[in-house]
């Protein structure tokens, strides 16, 4: 607890800059948080890519026939590892559980089972992760991983966890626990039953813009060239860069623009956060506060809105 004359002299933001400091002298070029103080933290340049829910369903109405081709096995989390690395492919988010990470959710979460889903034949295409709670109400299921490679796996997996209703009244499918976009919302068309609760959202933020473009991931099918003007958080200046993608790859160079060219458009540390997670679509860009032309901010948005953000772990 801060005394009241201490208040108001910006050690929190101390703090937090000397951990991003600690980070960045490992190599770490992107930092995520998950906190309720998202103002404050914005103000330090952090933003966040997308809403976070959770979603607390009837166990009934996720009854239903899955393909028969599905086979359902009890597998060990740790050798399913590489099919979560694999499916995590298709998202956009900072993604990699160290390696005491299943050790450790076992024990946050005693009697955590986890399955594998693969169509006949072919190696696994979802993996679940479930474990049971006490709640008023009864027995509950909660889902803590739900990745599914198509939508034939992802009927599966809902019908597995529907057969648990003579025993289990609800499903809680985790904040982290459903990636984001209309899986679920799917399976319940016309049933109404699922009430979703809002959490504060994870937070990101670029440490080194330029060695963060090096890293992700880019469209191949972009061929772009467009002048940025990326300011630091708290007003702390600006800088202008040029970004260059191309062919699956790009390069961000500061001051790389020809003299006299005025910039493409102009965001902050948190909106290029945001952009870089792929978290904008254009007419949510405009009401952010990005500035520039209509048709360069479409060019920007359209080098990273292939793949939807998505941080599948919470910590």
């Not at 005394?3 to 002299?9: H, L």
């Not at 899955?66 to 590892?81: C, I, K, N, R």
């Not at 990745?147 to 003579?166: E, K, P, S, T, Y």
């Not at 506060?289 to 048709?295: A, F, K, M, V, Y």
Request: proline residues 6%; glycine residues 10%.
């Amino acid at each position: 607890m801060r005394r009241p004359e201490e208040r108001g002299d910006r050690l929190a933001a101390r703090l937090v800059s000397e951990r991003v400091r600690a980070v960045q002298e490992k190599g770490s070029v992107l930092a995520t948080l998950w906190t309720a103080s998202n103002r404050y933290v914005r103000r330090l340049g952090w933003e966040a890519p997308a809403q976070v829910f959770s979603w607390t369903v009837p166990t009934t109405a996720l009854k239903g026939s899955a393909a028969e081709t599905v086979e359902v096995t009890h597998g060990d989390s740790a050798q399913l590892d590489g099919v979560r690395d694999g499916l995590a492919g298709r998202w956009n988010g900072p993604w990699q559980r160290p390696q005491w990470w299943g050790s450790w959710q076992q024990e946050q979460h005693p009697g955590l089972e986890t399955y594998a889903f693969a169509d006949h034949g072919r190696d696994p295409g979802g993996v679940l992760s479930v474990a049971t709670k006490s709640t008023p109400d009864g027995r509950q299921l909660v889902v803590h991983d739900f990745w599914a490679a198509d939508a034939m796996v992802a009927d599966a997996m809902f019908a597995f966890l529907g057969r648990h209703h003579g025993r289990v009244a609800t499903v809680l499918f985790e904040r982290t626990g459903l990636p984001p976009g209309p899986l679920l919302q799917r399976r319940l068309a016309g049933v109404g039953a699922a009430t979703a609760r809002f959490w504060h959202p994870w937070m990101l933020r670029v440490l080194d813009p330029g060695r963060a473009v090096e890293l992700r991931g880019w469209p191949v099918h972009v061929d772009d060239e467009l002048v940025l003007d990326l300011s630091a958080p708290d007003d702390a200046g600006s800088c202008r860069y040029l970004l260059n993608v191309s062919a699956g790859s790009a390069c961000l160079t500061p001051g790389g623009a020809r003299r006299g060219r005025t910039a493409d458009v102009t965001l902050t540390s948190g909106q290029f956060a945001l952009w870089y997670a792929g978290g904008y679509r254009s007419p949510a860009a405009a009401l952010a506060g990005i500035r520039g032309e209509d048709s360069a901010i479409g060019r920007l948005l359209a080098t990273t809105a292939d793949r939807e953000p998505w941080l599948a772990d919470y910590f």
